[in-house]
């Protein structure tokens, strides 16, 4: 399960529209399919609206398959922020958690953000039931969440643009460095009509833990996991910027792989002042 949800983790950081978006609000809906040992164990799909000065990013992420069957599970996410053309840059407002499923806790997580980084963090149940020591203030100072670094992460006039920054992210539990590496464009031949071929930029994203992570799992299993995760990123006529087409990863079972099912860019009601809270968890009704 941590394999796949580092995938999700990567697409959250690689999944998002440009800040180069103007007039009325616009929405990017990606879909991706994630396979492990050949199959499909869970579906991600995304919907961007960049809308002036503003955007918001939801993801839910669902078991398919055989895990669907054996591992039930729902996760969505949500974050609001603001948007700075002039700089390139973006601020997350709220960032926003939610999981139910029959492994693990049910779960809920709202960031609250002010300018210098989170500046509120409410858990349910709280991160210290599962014996991790909060992350000190000083460690979150500059930090966003993953899916506004996704919308940075990918901003460039061209191909040699994509993949040249480094973010300090904090999830609303794990404090985290991810450094982006443009290894230049590749040729990808996919085994499947579905799946994307054609030249992509690679990127390689590399991670480094900072603090709150499972101290349980740091001793034990932290070293059975890469650091290291492979994007490539595609351009398409009818979407403004490019996009991940594939993510992979190599772990102790095999290739973890997530591949882009489908895609669209549509006109949208325009964002409100305020950012929109989730409802609590309750897997029968977080979709899919």
């Not at 995304?46 to 503003?54: L, M």
């Not at 997530?258 to 979709?287: F, I, N």
Request: aromatic share 8%; net charge neutral; glycine share 8%.
């Amino acid at each position: 399960m941590r394999v796949i949800r580092r995938l999700v983790a990567t697409l959250a950081l690689a999944g998002a529209p440009s800040l180069a978006l103007a007039g009325g609000a616009e929405r990017v809906d990606l879909s991706y399919r994630v396979f492990l040992g050949g199959l499909p164990v869970v579906q991600v799909d995304t919907s961007t609206t960049i809308d002036a000065g503003r955007y918001r990013m939801d993801s839910l992420t669902r078991t398919v398959g055989l895990w669907e069957t054996l591992f039930k599970a729902r996760m969505q996410s949500r974050v609001d922020g603001a948007l700075d053309t002039a700089t390139a840059g973006a601020r997350p407002n709220l960032y926003q958690v939610r999981y139910d499923g029959r492994v693990g806790k049910r779960r809920s997580i709202n960031v609250f953000f002010d300018h210098d980084g989170p500046s509120e963090i409410v858990a349910a149940p709280p991160n210290a039931e599962d014996g991790r020591r909060p992350v000190e203030p000083e460690f979150l100072l500059g930090a966003m969440d993953p899916a506004t670094a996704a919308i940075l992460a990918a901003e460039g006039g061209n191909e040699a643009d994509i993949c040249r920054r480094d973010f300090k992210i904090f999830d609303g539990r794990r404090r985290y460095d991810v450094a982006f590496e443009n290894k230049g464009v590749e040729t990808i031949q996919a085994d499947h009509k579905d799946f994307f071929s054609g030249e992509a930029v690679h990127c390689v994203i590399r991670y480094r833990r900072i603090k709150g992570f499972d101290p349980d799992w740091e001793r034990t299993d932290a070293k059975k996991y890469p650091n290291e995760v492979s994007v490539w990123f595609a351009r398409f006529p009818d979407l403004p910027r490019a996009i991940p087409v594939k993510v992979q990863v190599t772990t102790e079972y095999g290739i973890a792989m997530a591949q882009l099912v489908a895609r669209g860019l549509a006109p949208t009601d325009s964002l409100s002042d305020a950012a929109a809270l989730l409802p609590p968890p309750d897997m029968d009704r977080m979709g899919g």
